[in-house]
């Protein structure tokens, strides 16, 4: 929360500042999984604050219900401007990446809302339908919250719910990967790459292996979507071998999975994510944009 927190003289928060405090993780999380971006998310919780400030909290039934509720809005208000943004956005658009602790991994489903698969799933859906999905299915609110969040009626937000479900289930990964099953690909994938192995590559990347590349017009970056084994291998190889004599590739866990940095000369330069498919690599996300990677040095608290 920016901005400093009202205090009782004995040194407590009041109770305004306390509740958003106790729920601010968890409204980073619905604001983040809406938007795909932290900086935005931020903004949106900057702009909740602000409203529940005005809030007579004698009237407020359930604090957490009323504050998703403001942040909701928020976040569809901010996701259709985003909209705009992205449509003249420079090469493909990819969430922001988010350096996550190990107890975002310990939560299967909290992890795989927020997998950079999943986000870029979500971003298929529109405004509402995004809005809904993540609320009924990622923070299990019940329909009527829902309604109250979206403005619509409750049997409206389960057709939309049902509608987002149908489409997301067709898009998602096949199957939940264990993080064991993640790391290893990674591994493997990390070990082809730091050594130049074409076919090691090649073992690892399904054969209709999709990579995309985001340097937001800023660095150098594949300027559309990469598709096949073949060609990708052959990409990473060329482009990672004309810098390998700086380069370092650090495991770490982004977005509740396990992902690597690439350094250059010490620098943070990439941040790579993969999405896992019957033990291949089908999804390989390189994030260089430098506005997007701020949230990599130190780790954001996600919660459910």
Request: glycine share 6%; aromatic share 4%.
């Amino acid at each position: 929360m920016a901005g400093a927190s009202p205090m009782n003289q004995d040194d407590r928060p009041d109770p305004a500042t306390a509740a958003f405090l106790a729920h601010r993780n968890l409204l980073f999380t619905v604001a983040y999984e809406m938007l795909g971006s932290a900086a935005d998310a931020e903004d949106v919780l900057q702009e909740t604050w602000l409203r529940w400030v005005g809030v007579d909290l004698g009237v407020v039934r359930d604090q957490r219900a009323y504050l998703v509720r403001i942040t909701t809005r928020q976040a569809l208000t901010r996701l259709r401007t985003l909209g705009r943004r992205k449509e003249s956005y420079v090469g493909s658009w990819l969430p922001e990446p988010l350096l996550t602790a190990p107890d975002v991994a310990e939560d299967v489903a909290l992890a795989d809302s927020v997998s950079m698969a999943m986000l870029l799933v979500l971003e298929t859906l529109g405004p509402v339908e995004r809005a809904v999905f993540v609320l009924r299915e990622v923070f299990d609110l019940d329909y009527d919250e829902i309604a109250e969040a979206v403005d619509k009626s409750p049997a409206a937000v389960r057709q939309i719910a049902h509608r987002a479900r149908s489409h997301v289930a067709a898009r998602r990964p096949r199957g939940v990967v264990s993080p064991a099953e993640t790391r290893g690909a990674l591994e493997a994938f990390q070990r082809a790459v730091e050594t130049g192995d074409l076919q090691r590559l090649l073992d690892i990347l399904a054969p209709d292996v999709v990579l995309l590349g985001d340097g937001g017009g800023v660095k150098q970056a594949v300027p559309r979507p990469i598709v096949g084994a073949d060609k990708v291998a052959r990409l990473l190889t060329v482009g990672l071998g004309r810098v390998a004599p700086v380069m370092s590739l650090q495991p770490a866990q982004v977005n509740g999975h396990p992902a690597l940095i690439v350094r250059l000369d010490g620098e943070l330069d990439t941040v790579m994510a993969v999405r896992i498919d019957d033990g291949l690599i089908t999804g390989l996300y390189a994030v260089r944009n430098p506005e997007k990677l701020s949230r990599m040095e130190r780790e954001t608290a996600l919660s459910r």
